[in-house]
């Protein structure tokens, strides 16, 4: 049974760091291009960064270009997004994703991603 595992959200002050990651069991990680999504109640996912499988290639939204850096470790088969200068409106769940169809290109899109974790919560005070 595939599963990902997210760790690292919690609260933080406006201006302050995280670092999230993602373990995956059951897949070969280092196999599969990762995406990191955040959602807020009702609203729908939005993508936030991914890299491709080799680690080659990266991409981020708009709005976090700059803070946030999304890393991959094919060794130890996790991939991380560390998060600074962090704003209140960056306040999510936030979830990774894996996709082995896509895992040479970026992929932006939620339903190109096979695999998800169950989420953590990053909450960002003022």
């Known amino acids: 049974q595939v599963q990902l595992v997210e760790s690292g959200g919690g609260l933080v002050q406006a201006g302050g760091s995280l670092r999230l990651s993602c373990a995956a069991s059951?897949?070969?990680?280092?196999?599969?291009?990762v995406g990191w999504f955040r959602q807020l109640p009702g609203k729908e996912r939005e993508f936030v960064a991914a890299?491709?499988?080799?680690?080659?290639?990266?991409d981020y939204t708009d709005s976090v270009k700059g803070r946030f850096t999304i890393s991959r470790d094919n060794a130890r088969a996790t991939v991380s997004l560390r998060m600074t200068s962090l704003k209140p409106e960056d306040t999510a769940v936030y979830y990774c994703?894996?996709?082995?169809?896509?895992?040479?290109?970026?992929?932006?899109?939620?339903?190109?991603?096979?695999?998800w974790g169950q989420g953590t919560q990053v909450t960002v005070s003022s």
């Open positions: 059951g897949l070969a990680l280092s196999d599969y291009a």
């Open positions: 994703a894996a996709s082995y169809t896509f895992r040479s290109r970026i992929a932006p899109l939620a339903s190109q991603y096979t695999y």
């Open positions: 890299v491709t499988w080799s680690g080659s290639t990266t």
